[in-house]
């Protein structure tokens, strides 16, 4: 029963065990926060195997941040050929978490296949395989930060000397290598004044936050603090940047305006400017009202052949009891033997004359 088992072992060996190979490769299972855990997932197989497609399933990584991913070309290691993926993944925060395995879908060409007219029916196997689940440890390295690396901060404004009524803008940078995306947003406090932040952005190995601040008085925008663990020097460093002071006065037509105000020829010469621009603006919008009539029917009544063409154009607006009458009187002047009246100016100017005393027509 021993020579048995042992002859069907070595034949599962020879069938499946020297074939295909699946493994996780961790470079540490043990890391600080913020440090770069890399799994090297390997896939391989004899060459003269016949596969027709291969299906690489990652597990998902549960609260890590996954930063890069590279797909090697295969490569060949005596008769097998070599499938190699890598993760780069981090966590900024502590955590204890299990990987679940990867997976590995293959589809591999029988050797027998059956001849179907012109045609062969291939024939599949199809396997699964699997890593074992990986259990990873990100541990704390200080109790004041979450930042592990090297890094340096500043801050700038766009001007030192501002007007009250125009915005100074600031802007934060972080920059070096670590794990950037775990610094927090900053806030910004500053008395009397109104401030506008946008939210922080991180590009090329830079974090930047920028904010805009409006005051009427002067201000000092105070120190920013970063706090990081330095896992060469072995401890933990802060870095700060200097206040800012900024001068705010107020803006020159502001003051000019101040002085006018108490002047008395200001003033008289002020209420003059008014009721010239009220007459204008009155002439104007009078004039806006005809241009706004309608532009067409002033138009077409100007080109009408006859009064008698008019009254088709005036009825759309019969609903006024002013262009009911002047239809009306059209009629009557066109289809009685009296004297005519009505003349294609006439009506023109009692159109307009209408429209001056009905603003909403």
């Known amino acids: 029963m021993f020579r048995g088992s042992l002859l069907f072992l070595i034949f599962l060996s020879s069938l499946f065990g020297d074939k295909f190979i699946f493994k996780v490769t961790p470079n540490k299972t043990n890391l600080l926060i913020g440090e770069e855990l890399k799994l090297t997932y390997t896939f391989k197989y004899k060459s003269k195997r016949k596969i027709a497609q ?8 549960e609260n890590m941040h996954l930063k890069h991913r590279v797909d090697f070309n295969d490569s060949k290691e005596g008769d097998l050929t070599v499938i190699k993926k890598l993760f780069i993944l981090t966590s900024s925060k502590k955590l204890s978490t299990l990987i ?16 179907i007219g012109e045609f062969e029916d291939y024939d599949y196997d199809f396997k699964t395989f699997q890593t074992k689940p990986l259990k990873v440890n990100f541990n704390s390295f200080s109790k004041d930060t979450s930042l ?30 670590g794990n950037l995306e775990a610094i927090k947003e900053f806030n910004l406090n500053i008395k009397d004044a109104t401030i506008y932040k946008n939210p922080p952005q991180i590009k090329a190995h830079t974090f930047t ?22 896992k060469e020097k072995n401890k933990t460093i802060t870095k700060k940047t200097l206040p800012i002071d900024i001068k705010v006065k107020q803006n020159s037509t502001q003051i000019i305006s101040c002085k006018k105000r ?15 621009i009220g007459v204008v603006v009155t002439k104007l919008l009078n004039k806006k009202r005809v241009k706004n009539l309608d532009l067409p029917l002033l138009e077409k009544i100007k080109t009408a052949k006859d009064t008698k063409d008019i009254i088709p154009l005036l009825i759309p607006l019969s609903n006024h009891d002013e262009i009911k009458k002047l239809i009306k009187e059209l009629e009557d002047d066109l289809y009685t033997k009296k004297e005519k009246k009505l003349s294609k100016k006439i009506i023109y100017s009692r159109l307009i004359k209408f429209y001056n005393n009905n603003e909403s027509f």
């Open 262 to 276: 108490f002047n008395p020829y200001y003033i008289i010469l002020a209420l003059i400017s008014g009721i010239m």
């Open 100 to 115: 679940e395995p990867a997976s590995m879908d293959v589809a591999i060409l029988k050797k027998d296949n059956k001849e």
């Open 209 to 230: 936050q920028k904010f805009a601040i409006i005051s009427k008085n002067d201000f000092t925008i105070p120190s920013f603090s970063l706090v990081y663990y330095n």
């Open 54 to 61: 291969l299906n690489f399933t990652p597990p998902f990584f």
């Open 148 to 177: 592990l690396g090297d890094f340096n901060i500043t801050s700038f404004v766009n001007k030192k000397l501002a007007f009250s009524n125009k915005a100074t803008n600031l802007t934060i940078k972080i920059n070096g290598k």
